[in-house]
């Protein structure tokens, strides 16, 4: 069964609006952290944002923010003002067992945002 | 920040060969370590989790003796995709977990592009 699930396969936006990336997970653990994470065409993962599943508050970095709730298991990210440079494909990620060595972080399938002009 | 550096970024060998890819903490120590592949327009895949002084865990149905994984030091992970063939052809990311660092904090190195003729 998908863990991370990411529907829109890609997105289309115009410049200087916000745009949300949906994702949704499933995990039964307690202890999770959920991740985004930016790679553009040249392949870096470029690391965007964090939320522990313990953290009361939605994490923000800038012009980054990610809508988590908890009870509907769904850590959509929001983009404001978007900008050119923000096309790239995104990534939805998790991990479980924070605590545990055996931790490892799982992807989504992605989404392409392309931001016109 | 933390950096993870890789090895070479390119290769392109011919089939039957062996390749050795290299993934260095450059500064933090790295007790566990993973290796990706990504095939083109997909998602990231999990390989195996690297521990440092032991053997790999592999994810299901990756082979363990097609893809060798070396975690000797506490800085360096390798990676030996052996008699390589056409279909191994991807892109190789490692990831390492900064052992003194936040429990969130995983760094992803700048990937490795590899085409077997």
């Known amino acids: 069964a998908q863990k991370i699930t990411q529907t829109q396969p890609g997105m289309f936006v115009q410049e200087k609006e916000a745009v949300t990336l949906d994702c949704t997970y499933d995990t039964s653990d307690p202890s999770y952290g959920l991740f985004w994470y930016k790679q553009p065409s040249s392949g870096e993962m470029i690391f965007l944002i964090y939320?522990?599943?313990?953290?009361?508050q939605n994490a923000t970095e800038g012009r980054y923010s990610l809508n988590f709730q908890k009870a509907r298991k769904s850590a959509n990210l929001v983009i404001s003002a978007s900008q050119l440079g923000d096309s790239a494909m995104y990534f939805c990620a998790m991990r479980e067992g924070l605590y545990s060595s055996a931790s490892k972080i799982i992807f989504g399938s992605g989404t392409r945002l392309s931001i016109r002009p | 920040g933390a950096v993870v550096s890789q090895h070479p970024s390119w290769v392109i060998c011919k089939s039957g060969t062996s390749v050795k890819i290299e993934c260095r903490s450059l500064?933090?120590?790295?007790?566990?370590m993973f290796w990706y592949r990504q095939f083109p327009k997909q998602s990231l895949m999990l390989m195996a989790t690297s521990n440092e002084g032991s053997k790999a865990t592999y994810e299901q149905g990756v082979e363990k003796d097609k893809f060798l994984i070396n975690h000797a030091s506490l800085t360096l992970s390798t990676l030996t995709v052996t008699s390589a063939h056409p279909e191994d052809s991807s892109f190789y990311i490692c990831s390492a977990i900064n052992s003194g660092g936040a429990l969130e904090t995983q760094y992803f190195g700048p990937g490795t592009r590899l085409l077997v003729l």
């Open positions: 939320q522990g599943s313990y953290d009361q």
């Open positions: 500064d933090f120590q790295a007790t566990t």
